[in-house]
């Protein structure tokens, strides 16, 4: 543990130095709560172990797949999926990092996800706003223990959560965060292609129809590259589901939908959600396991974290919500495309809570910058009509006075 320590006041540093850079251009950067976030993720990383080490894990199996590697080389490792993971993984392997350090190494990119996902969302909605009666919602939204909890091992979570949330704060301004489009780009393809396409899908949508005027030029560019990156790229987003030589995509996609979700449902913990109506299928995957149906005492903690979950989403379940989504800006209408899309793919092959308590972590945070935005959105306007009001008041003060 001695080297868990050690990187732990690395990355401390480290971190330091990334907020001295970030707070030249955005003065709202708040080192103290950031600070505390890495904390309370490292607490995470401590949780995740102790589960680990009592629990069928795939980080173990990581671990074990870089041991017996016969060394042929690290770029032998560069692929799509899983091996995308080791690739990442050895080369910290070879200089010696035992499977703690490792653990704790990809704990810390789960962190940079929560920091670029804390820059995403203060950048656009300067506003606090108050939950459950004195709640400040955006400081629970960094500290839900789920989305700690699977972004703090070596695997797929932390560094597929860090590459979706630089995505989203670079494509904010991108020709100024060029590199970190490109490069949160390539590590959300190469861990899981089929996101990197709800992504690219999303990107566009939101580029194409949001309140912003953004020149026809730009629109175009975005369009014809992300649509072009997803052409030269079907055949490995395929791949993720073996369609890449199908010849009938929506009968291939069924039967592969429904074999993977018979196998995820023999794991344990499964529900049958093949017979399940389509909304309930999407509540399944958002908002259970829910008290009832907890599979362990992990079930129950994060029960009560669903519950929460349930309670935010019925404050966009509204008409005014429709209206506003309308007329919401391109990041707003892109979150929302990426959340739907990913929640409506993974209901069809999710039979299993462990795997969709997991799964989700990805996806959740889309959501929550909608509703926050969508709140924000809603004070806002109270502020300006109170505003207008009081100026009327004070021109018909003076007319009086006159």
């Known amino acids: ?7 732990f006041i690395l990355f401390f540093i480290l971190n330091q130095v990334f907020f001295g850079v970030y707070e030249k251009s955005h ?3 708040d080192k103290k709560k950031l600070n505390l976030l890495y904390i309370y993720h490292c607490f995470f990383f ?5 589960y680990a080490y009592n629990n069928p894990s795939d980080s173990h199996r990581y671990f074990e797949d870089l041991i017996t590697y016969d060394g042929a080389g690290w770029f032998n490792l560069f ?7 080791k690739f990442l993984a050895y080369p910290f392997f070879q200089i010696g990092f035992s499977y703690d350090m490792l653990m704790f190494s990809f704990a810390w990119l789960g962190y940079l996800g929560f920091f670029y996902a804390y820059l995403f969302f203060k950048e656009k909605i300067p506003l606090d706003i108050k939950v459950f009666k004195n709640v400040d919602l955006f400081t629970l939204i960094l500290f839900f223990p789920n989305m700690h909890f699977w972004t703090a091992s070596l695997g797929k979570g932390a560094p597929i959560f860090f590459g979706l949330m630089m995505f989203t704060y670079a494509i904010i301004q991108p020709k100024k965060r ?3 489009l490109i490069l949160s780009s390539l590590i959300i393809f190469y861990i899981r292609p089929h996101v990197f396409m709800f992504v690219a899908v999303g990107a566009v949508l939101g580029n194409m129809s949001g309140k912003e005027k953004i020149p026809l030029w730009q629109k175009t560019l975005v369009f014809i590259g992300l649509t072009g990156v997803l052409f030269l790229a079907q055949d490995k987003i395929l791949g993720v589901m073996g369609l890449q030589n199908s010849e009938n995509l929506i009968e291939d996609f069924q039967a592969a939908s429904s074999e993977n979700a018979e196998d995820l449902r023999s794991a344990g913990s499964g529900v049958d959600m093949a017979s399940y109506p389509l909304p309930f299928k999407l509540f399944t995957f958002w908002f259970r396991p829910l008290f009832v149906d907890a599979p362990n005492m992990l079930g129950i903690i994060i029960s009560v974290e669903n519950l929460i979950y349930l309670l935010l989403f019925f404050k966009i379940l509204s008409l005014k919500f429709i209206k506003f989504l309308k007329r919401s800006p391109a990041l707003v209408k892109m979150s929302f495309v990426i959340f739907l899309m990913a929640s409506f793919a993974m209901t069809f092959v999710m039979s299993n809570l462990g795997i969709i308590m997991r799964q989700k972590s990805m996806v959740m945070y889309f959501l ?3 509703i926050y935005y969508y709140l924000a959105q809603q004070k806002y306007d109270r502020i300006v009509k109170l505003r207008k009001r009081r100026k009327r008041m004070l021109e018909a003060k003076e007319l009086v006075s006159l």
């Not at 543990?1 to 990187?7: D, S």
């Not at 401590?46 to 102790?50: E, F, L, P, R």
């Not at 692929?79 to 993971?85: A, N, Q, R, W």
């Open 368 to 370: 929550f910058f909608v």
């Open 46 to 50: 401590g949780v995740y172990s102790w």
């Open 178 to 180: 060029l590199f970190l």
């Open 27 to 29: 003065a709202f950067l």
């Open 79 to 85: 692929g799509t999926d899983t091996t995308f993971i």
């Open 1 to 7: 543990m001695i080297g868990v320590f050690f990187l």
